[in-house]
């Protein structure tokens, strides 16, 4: 290699070094600036009945049957919609664009959750218990963020009560 291939080559490296510099420098402003994902807020709707009533004892039917028979239990129903929260302060709401959102029941006797569409999933309720709800969130940058409430449903198949543990707000 003559004189002026190497320069030429180690121009080319100091331009890639320098546009790492820059990439840094900007990925660090863009924190700064707009935060990243630190936190899941969980926010609920009003519990609403389904326009199908429950059937009367869902237990002995078997939850395969439920499913089997509607895709579904019908009963009382509350909406789900999860914001992130970024590391400002005070804390801002983060955009969930391209962000995965995951929910499971640990009793599906007692709660079953559908599939999450966006940022949003419904629970239904089929009986009095208590289940807890894991929550996560995954983001295209590979941020991960897991959140659990706590629901406890009481009263009589048909007037259900629900009360849900209030998620902390923050890194």
């Keep these: 290699m003559d004189t002026e291939e190497t320069n030429v080559v ?12 820059i990439k840094i420098t900007l990925e660090q402003i863009a924190e700064k600036f707009c935060g990243i994902p630190t936190k899941l807020v969980v926010n ?9 009533p429950m059937a009367k004892k869902p237990v002995k039917l078997g939850i395969a049957k439920l499913l089997k028979a509607g ?23 983060f955009p969930m664009t391209g962000a995965t959102i995951t929910a499971s ?27 807890t709800v894991s ?13 659990t409430d706590t629901v406890t449903i009481t009263g009589q198949v048909g007037s259900l009560v629900i009360t849900h543990s209030l998620p902390v707000i923050g890194p």
């Excluded at 180690?10 to 510099?21: I, K």
């Excluded at 609920?44 to 199908?52: A, L, M, Y």
């Design 10 to 21: 180690n121009d080319l490296h100091s331009m890639a070094t320098s546009m790492e510099a």
């Design 44 to 52: 609920h709707s009003e519990p609403k009945k389904e326009s199908v």
């Design 105 to 131: 029941s640990s009793d599906i006797t007692t709660e079953t959750i559908d599939t999450p569409v966006g940022e949003t999933y419904v629970e239904h309720f089929i009986k009095p218990g208590t289940v």
């Design 71 to 93: 895709g579904g239990p019908s009963g009382d129903k509350d909406t789900v919609t999860i914001t992130a929260l970024d590391n400002s302060t005070p804390p801002m709401p």
């Design 135 to 147: 929550i996560t969130a995954s983001f295209p940058d590979g941020t991960v963020l897991d959140e």
